[in-house]
């Protein structure tokens, strides 16, 4: 009964390939993120969806592209894979828009390398 | 620019008291929080600050000065499971979150 989880935990694969990263939420939320956190642990948001629609897109290349089937999933997916990819990437989720104290529960994490 | 400044990485002692200062410059303010993070493990929340002063949740305490643009978690009666990783992040005036790069903690017997 995971209240975030991401899928894959690891993701090994060669420049140039397109990959997706899945996450689901059983909480009921209404608002899901996608953050990347580099070498350095700096926690960056990339998207962020509310009841399927976008809501935060930060200046990430557009060889990332977000994908909220419905409130529960947020699916990422990355083509033309490059080196400078290879982080861990967090899956999000709070009741409510940014707007207040909303707690955000997080996924465990996919780690990405990229080779 | 934004900024969240806190320490790379302290080190304390089972059982003693450690701060873990936090200083920030963000467009704007609305609420700061801690979370907590193990490694190779996700964030998860310690707490939540909007209005100056101490909030204290267990073992856990968390202070603001907005005008100082000033925060810091204090853990009490420290344990070993303390190691982690404490992250402070700012809710800026769009109401997105900026994190700092979190405080490496170093818990030793």
């Known amino acids: 009964d995971t209240a975030v989880s991401q899928t894959p935990k690891y993701l090994v694969t060669q420049m140039g390939n397109d990959k997706s990263i899945k996450c689901e939420q059983n909480?009921?939320?209404?608002?899901m993120y996608w953050y990347k956190q580099d070498s350095k642990k700096f926690l960056k948001i990339m998207f962020s969806y509310n009841n399927k629609e976008l809501i935060i897109n930060e200046t990430v290349p557009n060889r990332f592209s977000p994908k909220s089937p419905d409130k529960a999933h947020l699916n990422l997916h990355i083509n033309s894979l490059e080196l400078g990819d290879s982080a861990v990437y967090f899956c999000?989720?709070?009741?409510?828009?940014?707007?207040?104290?909303?707690?955000?529960?997080f996924g465990p994490g996919t780690r990405l390398l990229v080779l | 620019g934004q900024n969240i400044d806190q320490p790379t990485e302290m080190t304390a002692t089972e059982g003693a008291i450690v701060q873990i200062n936090c200083t920030y410059q963000?467009?704007?303010?609305?609420?700061l929080f801690w979370y907590q993070q193990h490694a190779g493990e996700a964030p998860t929340f310690l707490s939540y600050n909007v209005l100056d002063g101490l909030e204290e949740k267990g073992r856990f305490s968390s202070f603001l000065s907005r005008s100082k643009g000033y925060s810091y978690l204090l853990l009490k009666e420290l344990q070993m499971k303390d190691s982690a990783s404490y992250l402070c992040?700012?809710?800026?005036?769009?109401?997105?979150?900026?994190w700092g790069a979190g405080t490496k903690l170093i818990i030793k017997p």
């Open positions: 992040a700012v809710k800026d005036s769009n109401y997105q979150l900026i």
């Open positions: 963000t467009s704007g303010f609305n609420g």
């Open positions: 999000a989720s709070s009741q409510d828009p940014p707007g207040g104290g909303e707690t955000q529960y």
């Open positions: 909480l009921g939320h209404d608002t």
